[in-house]
């Protein structure tokens, strides 16, 4: 099976640009969770989505947000960027149901925000 | 308040068993302890997850206490590949959803 992928792998941005960040899950995987990781704060979590509706939530501000289609893709959208934005951002998936959080991560996408 | 505690940092010899605790408070009470290990520059790799009591694998082990405070990661014989940091992920449980919350992560260097 092929792994999660995340593109771009890398991206520079704008102050006050906006980005979309784009995750293609396992084949099979109807749960996708995003992360930002960054040196200081680590792995925090933003969202997850389960069958194209968000089923929990991270304490990130309404800049953050993000949708998921019928065929599990997900896209994670970044309006108005600040310099705190610049992070690693990691998509994971999983089969979905249930208490279980074995998650596949991707490789992540580098942002930079200049 | 969610919160999640690991040490910074280990070192080990190599071939030694490591245990790598992780100290939690009121986690969500279906939810599994799940522990991921991370290498630069790549997304973090699913290692063991466990509810209660004893889990083992062909890489790890996970004990995890009645009162589930707390869940330690076990690597048995670890190897020079097994350098990487360890991060322990806790769902908590507020506001009609979950929390995913990593741990600050535990970076483990085995030396040869």
């Known amino acids: 099976k092929a792994g999660v992928t995340q593109t771009p792998r890398y991206l520079i941005k704008t102050r006050g640009q906006q980005v979309t960040l784009s995750c293609s899950p396992i084949?099979?995987?109807?749960?996708v969770s995003w992360y930002q990781q960054t040196p200081g704060q680590g792995l925090q979590f933003l969202f997850e989505?389960?069958?194209?509706?968000?089923?929990n939530k991270g304490n990130f501000p309404g800049r953050f947000s993000g949708r998921q289609f019928s065929n599990s893709r997900s896209e994670m959208n970044v309006s108005t960027l600040e310099l705190g934005d610049s992070a690693l951002y990691l998509c994971?998936?999983?089969?979905?149901?249930?208490?279980?959080?074995?998650?596949?991560f991707g490789p992540g996408t580098r942002l930079t925000v200049t | 308040l969610a919160k999640t505690t690991q040490p910074i940092s280990m070192d080990s010899y190599e071939g030694q068993e490591v245990n790598i605790t992780c100290s939690h408070n009121?986690?969500?009470?279906?939810?599994?302890i799940t522990w991921y290990q991370q290498f630069p520059s790549q997304g973090p790799r699913f290692i063991i997850q466990?509810?209660?009591t004893k889990v083992t694998n062909e890489v790890a082990s996970l004990f995890i206490p009645a009162d589930r405070k707390s869940s330690t990661l076990s690597l048995p014989r670890v190897s020079l590949s097994d350098t990487a940091v360890y991060y322990c992920?806790?769902?908590?449980?507020?506001?009609?959803?979950?929390?995913?919350?990593f741990g600050k992560g535990t970076k483990l260097s085995v030396i040869p």
């Open positions: 994971a998936s999983s089969p979905g149901g249930g208490s279980s959080y074995e998650q596949y």
């Open positions: 009121n986690i969500a009470t279906n939810d599994y």
């Open positions: 989505y389960f069958s194209e509706t968000q089923r």
């Open positions: 084949s099979g995987h109807r749960s």
């Open positions: 992920l806790l769902a908590y449980s507020g506001a009609g959803s979950y929390q995913l919350t």
């Open positions: 466990g509810y209660k």
